[in-house]
């Protein structure tokens, strides 16, 4: 008999970004349809959290900031919080817990809380020996896996059986409803097709030129074609100067649920971000979407899958470097402003035919600047 089939009460680890949470939902999924019966909760990060109401397979959450997570040595030594953490693991009973992570990332520190909480399985890929702290550790993949995939082998090598591998998301009514008002209160017309504008990402290295995006979003307005440039809170200085005081160029900061922000992305004729969250809506959602790849990741890790992409990025020789700042100044960035428009025009006129292909394909630019077929294959129908 599988134990981890007859496991009820499901912890699923996934201590990272919103755009990583949302990456598990195929993984969830299998875990759901496998063992109906099951609850999943979710443990994550303040932000990663809010992306759990995409994931109809979540039961619940509990949200924490790791100790082990941490960039910088922000977090003050406190031993007393993350006894809290197995204090509160354990209250809860769990029968099995699912440790999910990155390539770069190690599950032994979530793995070990998890065993002093006394969750008696524990599985995650690891490359580290961990001794007995996870009760199944499965070897890891290689580095250039899909995230999506990474997570969808851990479960099935535990059992779980994924019938669908392709990202989704549950997008509730009342979200798309707030639409028309959030594109009027940004200034636009909600009949008018827009493109969805997303500057930020987490890691400044993987940020295209606020003064070039800037020059993309006023040609785009020029050509009649409205953008709504986004971010969140913090990121309201890089939208300010993106959206300037262009005409037909309209901003929203940290106005939005995640179901609502989802449904602007759904709505969207195209979406146009770096590597960070809107990549991962779009390709769950099927809105044709450019993509200003830095040279930080291997594409093929992150990159969307289903929806028609155009996939820019110029090949350098330090990809990938993995770093949150470039310390030469971003030539894998250093794609001009009207090659971006250009493929973003194309992929609008083009989405339909593109969708049509068994095999979508995906550009990059060159080291000239001029766009060039990528060596990565497209997403698959």
Known sequence: MNEWLQARNILAVRLDNIGDVVMLGPALRAVKE??????????????????????????????????????????????????????????????AALVFTSFSQTPHPPGY??????????????????????????????????????????????????????????????????????????????????????????AKARRYPPERFREVAR??????MPVLVTGVEREAEIVRQVAGSTPRVGTLVGDTTMPEYAALVETAALVMCGNTLPLHLADALDTPSVILYSGTDYEEQWRPRRTPTRLLRVPTPCHPCYLFECPIGQPCLDIPPEQVVDAALHLVEHADEIRRLPTRPSIRAGANGHLQPSTAEGARL
């Open 34 to 95: 496998t063992s109906p019966g099951a609850s999943i909760t979710l443990l994550g990060t303040p932000g990663g959290t809010t992306g759990a109401a995409l994931l109809p397979w979540v039961d619940d959450v509990i949200v924490w900031r790791p100790v082990w997570q941490d960039v910088g040595n922000r977090m003050a030594f406190d031993p007393a919080r993350e006894m809290e953490l197995i204090r509160l693991l354990s209250e809860r009973n769990f029968d």
């Open 113 to 202: 809380v998890c065993y002093l909480a006394g969750i008696p399985l524990r599985a995650g890929e690891s490359k580290e020996f961990g001794g007995s702290v996870l009760s199944t550790q499965l070897q890891p993949a290689p580095d250039e896996l899909h995230q999506v995939e990474r997570n969808l082998r851990l479960v099935e090598h535990l059992g779980f059986v994924a019938r669908h591998r392709e990202l989704v998301v549950a997008v509730p009514d009342d979200a798309h409803a707030a639409v028309p008002s959030l594109l009027r209160s940004a200034g636009l017309d909600p009949d008018a097709p827009y493109v969805l504008l997303h500057p930020g990402a987490s």
């Open 219 to 224: 040609s785009l307005s020029e050509r009649g």
